[in-house]
């Protein structure tokens, strides 16, 4: 069984930074791929990036390329989400999510992954 758990989140200024965390419980954490989700309460949860295995390349949202970076941490079994440059429209709830190897044609797709944490909250503040 796999389990996530996000922190991190909070209340920051438009231009300002945050870093998440997502702590990996279970098996094969190296094998598995992680990604990051965001969901403004009302609306479909929004990809914003995911990985299949370190080593391999990222993929990002068009609306955080370049400002966001997703890494993950094999020692600690954490993923990580580090925001830079936030807008007010990056205000959300983010969840991470986890699932066996996914083809890339999947790595955008909700439904596509088993495991979710319970999210944590970004506000930022124009």
């Known amino acids: 069984q796999v389990e996530l758990a996000e922190s991190g989140g909070g209340l920051v200024p438009a231009g300002g930074s945050l870093r998440l965390s997502c702590k990996v419980s279970g098996p094969a954490f190296t094998s598995y791929t992680l990604a990051w989700f965001r969901q403004i309460p009302g609306k479909e949860r929004e990809f914003v990036a995911s990985?299949?295995?370190?080593?391999?390349?990222?993929y990002y949202a068009d609306s955080v390329k370049g400002r966001f970076t997703m890494s993950r941490d094999s020692a600690e079994n954490a993923l990580y989400l580090q925001m830079d440059s936030l807008k007010p429209e990056d205000t959300a709830d983010y969840y991470c999510?986890?699932?066996?190897?996914?083809?890339?044609?999947?790595?955008?797709?909700?439904?596509?992954?088993?495991?979710w944490g319970r999210g944590t909250q970004v506000t930022v503040s124009s």
């Open positions: 990985n299949r295995r370190r080593g391999e390349n990222t």
């Open positions: 999510a986890a699932n066996r190897r996914l083809i890339l044609s999947a790595l955008g797709l909700p439904h596509m992954y088993n495991y």
